[in-house]
Structures are given as C-alpha cells and as structure tokens.
C-alpha cells in the first residue's frame, strides 16, 4: 500500500510514469524502506496503464458489490416502521464515531 501512495503521489505532482528509484527516494525522505520485490511487482502491473482509469475501474466495480446496509434499510422501511429506522442509523452513527476514533491507534499512514 505505501508502495502505491508512493506511486500516486509522485503522478500528482508530475512524474507520468514514476521508476523504482523514484519511489524509494519518497519512502526514503519519511524513513520507509521500500520492499524491492513488490516495488517491481507495482511497476510492472502499472507499467503503460492510465492510473486514473484504473481507479474509475475500480470504483464502477466496487458499486456493483451489494451491501447489507441497503437491504436492511428497504426491509424497516417496508415494515412501516421509519422511526424505529432513524432511531437504529442514530446509534449506528454513535457507534462509528467512536470506532473511527480508535482506528488511527498511534500509528501514521506510512508506519
């Protein structure tokens, strides 16, 4: 993963088509040493390919995977019971705000 943050940041700010050495020296400058065999694994998948396709191809298949979430939310709704339905989104809502303080843990993106 921090291979192809790497990888991304170095297209953002220009470089079309960034090389290994390239993105070593990124991970280098946060004290990240790179893993040779799955730096060349990323360029060579990578190799010749628009990046911003990839992810708009990604995300359409991502879209396509069904998530419970949904089917519940049809099911309280169909039930005639929407208030019931707002008050269980309320305490979901607490709940992950609670998860998503703890995921960070100490540790940084790039760790």
């Known amino acids: 993963m921090r291979h192809l943050a790497a990888y991304l940041l170095l297209q953002i700010g220009g470089n079309a088509s960034p090389s290994a050495a390239d993105i070593k020296k990124v991970l280098g400058a946060v004290g990240i040493e790179a ?3 799955r730096l060349e694994k990323l360029i060579a998948e990578l190799e010749g390919k628009d990046v911003n396709a ?3 191809e990604g995300s359409a ?3 396509s995977v069904p998530s419970g979430g949904a089917v ?3 099911g309280a709704a169909a039930g ?3 208030a019931a ?3 269980e989104k309320k305490e979901e809502e607490k709940k992950e705000e609670k998860e998503e303080s703890d995921d960070d843990m100490g540790f940084g993106l790039f760790d």
């Open 72 to 74: 519940a939310a049809s």
């Open 54 to 56: 990839l992810i708009a």
């Open 61 to 63: 298949k991502l879209a």
């Open 80 to 82: 005639g019971a929407p």
């Open 35 to 37: 893993d040779d065999e």
């Open 85 to 87: 339905a707002a008050e």
